[in-house]
T-cell receptor
C-alpha cells in the first residue's frame, strides 16, 4: 500500500515565526505533490503544487521537494493566527494517477 | 463563477434509507472523485471517474454507488448497505494539465 506520512501534531508556533510542516511518501513513481489547507468544518483548499526537486515559493509559503529522500515540506513564514488549520500533504500515485493523502498536521499559531 | 458545487450541505438519513449526494462542476474537468472524511482522519477515496460513462471503485466503495452520465455531474448514492455512513463527503475534480485537484464545499451526512 502506497503511503504518505505526516506527523499529526499539533504543531504550535508563535505568531510571526516560521512553521515547518513535513511529509514523506513511499511511492518512488510519484511525480506530483500537493499541499492543502483545511479549516475546521470546511473542505480542503489547494495552496501549493510542486513537481520538481527544490523550492517553490508563493507569497509566505514555500514548498520543498527532495525526490531522492522522498520528502516534501511546507514552510509558512510570518505565521498568522489565520494560518491555524490542518495541512494535508498529497502525492499522485505513479501507477494509478490517484492522489494519496496523508492524515494531516494540525498547526496552531498563537498570538 | 467556475467551481464545484455540492448539495445539500447537511443531510440526515434514517436507518435503511438510500440517499443521493449531488456534485456538479463547471470547470470542464474530465476527472471527478468522491472522498469520505471521518473526524480526525484523512481522506479516503470512494469512487472516481476519468471520463463520462466510466467510473472505478476506490478504497472504500462498498455500500456506495455512482453514475457519470454527464461530464459536469457525478452523484453519489449512499445505500442502506453502508453500515456506518455518518461522515463528511467531499467531491473533487482534476485539471487536465497540471493534475491539480480541487474540492467542493462538502456534504455532512448524519444517520439518525
Amino acid at each position: 500500500q502506497k503511503e504518505v506520512e505526516q506527523n499529526s501534531g499539533p504543531l504550535s508556533v508563535p505568531e510571526g515565526a516560521i512553521a515547518s510542516l513535513n511529509c514523506t511518501y513511499s511511492d518512488r513513481g510519484s511525480q506530483s505533490f500537493f499541499w492543502y489547507r483545511q479549516y475546521s468544518g470546511k473542505s480542503p483548499e489547494l495552496i501549493m503544487s510542486i513537481y520538481s526537486n527544490g523550492d517553490k515559493e508563493d507569497g509566505r509559503f514555500t514548498a520543498q521537494l527532495n525526490k531522492a529522500s522522498q520528502y516534501v515540506s511546507l514552510l509558512i513564514r510570518d505565521s498568522q493566527p489565520s494560518d491555524s488549520a490542518t495541512y494535508l500533504c498529497a502525492a499522485r500515485s505513479g501507477n494509478t494517477g490517484k492522489l494519496i493523502f496523508g492524515q494531516g498536521t494540525t498547526l496552531q499559531v498563537k498570538p | 463563477d467556475g467551481g464545484i458545487t455540492q448539495s445539500p450541505k447537511y443531510l440526515f438519513r434514517k436507518e435503511g434509507q438510500n440517499v443521493t449526494l449531488s456534485c456538479e462542476q463547471n470547470l470542464n474537468h474530465d476527472a471527478m472523485y468522491w472522498y469520505r472524511q471521518d473526524p480526525g482522519q484523512g481522506l479516503r477515496l470512494i469512487y472516481y471517474s476519468q471520463i463520462v460513462n466510466d467510473f472505478q471503485k476506490g478504497d472504500i466503495a462498498e455500500g456506495y454507488s455512482v453514475s457519470r452520465e454527464k461530464k459536469e455531474s457525478f452523484p453519489l448514492t449512499v445505500t442502506s448497505a453502508q453500515k456506518n455512513p455518518t461522515a463528511f463527503y467531499l467531491c473533487a475534480s482534476t485539471t487536465g494539465g497540471t493534475n491539480e485537484q480541487f474540492f467542493g464545499p462538502g456534504t455532512r451526512l448524519t444517520v439518525l
